[in-house]
């Protein structure tokens, strides 16, 4: 006894299968573009941050062949002083 072919649920069963197939690389594609989307603002927002450093930096530079940075320096950092300043010490601050 030989089973006949029914070619219809065969087209239908490798149509349901392809259409699985498409709409699950369709899925993948599109959470792949999302993750894209994220890094890449997050990559954005990096470099927005380093141009900011870099502006900063250049900004400090510049500062670097002025005398006035020579002297906040040494009046920051070191505690110096110009001859004919006077220091006042305030004895109620602990």
Do not use: W
Not at 38 to 52: D, H, M, P, Q
């Amino acid at each position: 006894m030989k089973r006949k072919i029914n070619y219809k649920r065969v087209t239908v069963f490798i149509l349901v299968l392809l259409t699985v197939y498409f709409c699950n690389m369709h899925y993948k594609a599109i959470l792949d573009n999302v993750n894209i989307k994220n890094e890449s603002e997050k990559i954005a927002g990096l470099l927005e941050t380093e141009k900011k450093k870099n502006e900063e930096l250049k900004a400090q530079q510049e500062n670097l062949d002025s005398d006035e940075y020579y002297e906040k320096l040494a009046r920051e950092e070191l505690g110096y002083l110009k001859p004919e300043e006077k220091v006042f010490i305030d004895s109620q601050k602990k």
